[in-house]
């Protein structure tokens, strides 16, 4: 059974499936209205289980379009401390099971990732000099599991990563896309096991798939033509406004 939304519901719910596939497709801020918008409609911790599905999908979508420019190398270093931080992140789960807790802690995290996006956005030679170290690797591997595990939302810490490694653009579109194929497809059985994904949110992200597809193929088009830094800085107002009320400073 679908849940039950009002038409103004449907219509965010359209427009998170949307930036889903468009933040697949290169434009990685519109991922935080996604994470900021399902949390409102079906709780902080629920949303997670609900949006994963989604994700792989885009992620699928994503490989189609992009696979050809996947940086492999780069894709087998992030992978253990990312999935090493995924089950540290689902450690906290199994803890953190009341949602006015989980609330602030998924707004906190969009915080700092709209932060950390507008500095790789308005000030990228803040990253130029990043040690190509396994232990930034690590580091921002270890990172990015947990916050892709407690909130569907590393794609910001990830692309510092990328951008840090003067990784360039398509190849960093077709190596995340590849990542967090395997990185999503991973989290599953412990989503599941944590009762967030079901019948019901199985149901409602096959009616979202289309919207999905639509985000992924108009980013495709967008980013051979368009400049990102005024479309991303107003997803970045908006989502630190959102962050904002989960903290509940207002």
Not at 119 to 134: D, G, I, L
Not at 140 to 146: D, F, K, R
Not at 240 to 250: D, E, P, T, Y
Request: glycine letters at 8%.
């Amino acid at each position: 059974m679908l849940p039950h939304l009002t038409p103004i519901q449907w219509s965010l719910a359209a427009l998170s499936a949307f930036c889903i596939g468009f933040a697949k497709s290169g434009f990685s801020g519109a991922g935080l209205l996604n994470v900021l918008v399902m949390a409102e409609l079906f709780g902080p911790r629920e949303s997670t289980g609900v949006v994963l599905p989604m994700l792989i999908c885009g992620d699928i979508l994503s490989v189609i379009a992009f696979h050809q420019h996947a940086r492999w190398p780069i894709v087998w270093r992030m992978l253990p401390p990312t999935i090493i931080g995924i089950l540290a992140g689902y450690c906290i789960m199994l803890k953190l099971t009341d949602g006015r807790i989980f609330g602030p802690i998924i707004g906190w995290i969009v915080l700092i990732m709209v932060i950390l996006q507008a500095v790789r956005r308005w000030y990228p030679r803040a990253f130029e000099k990043a040690p190509h170290t396994p232990q930034f690797a690590w580091s921002m591997g270890l990172t990015g599991g947990v916050t892709t595990m407690l909130a569907n939302g590393a794609g910001p810490i990830m692309t510092l990563y990328f951008l840090a490694t003067e990784t360039p653009k398509f190849a960093l579109v077709g190596t995340s896309a590849w990542m967090f194929l395997i990185l999503n497809s991973f989290k599953v059985p412990f989503s599941w096991s944590l009762g967030l994904i079901h019948g019901s949110s199985l149901l409602f992200n096959l009616v979202l798939v289309p919207a999905i597809a639509v985000g992924t193929f108009t980013g495709r088009w967008l980013i051979r033509y368009i400049k990102q830094d005024f479309f991303e800085a107003l997803l970045l107002c908006f989502a630190a406004l959102a962050a904002l009320r989960m903290i509940r400073v207002f």
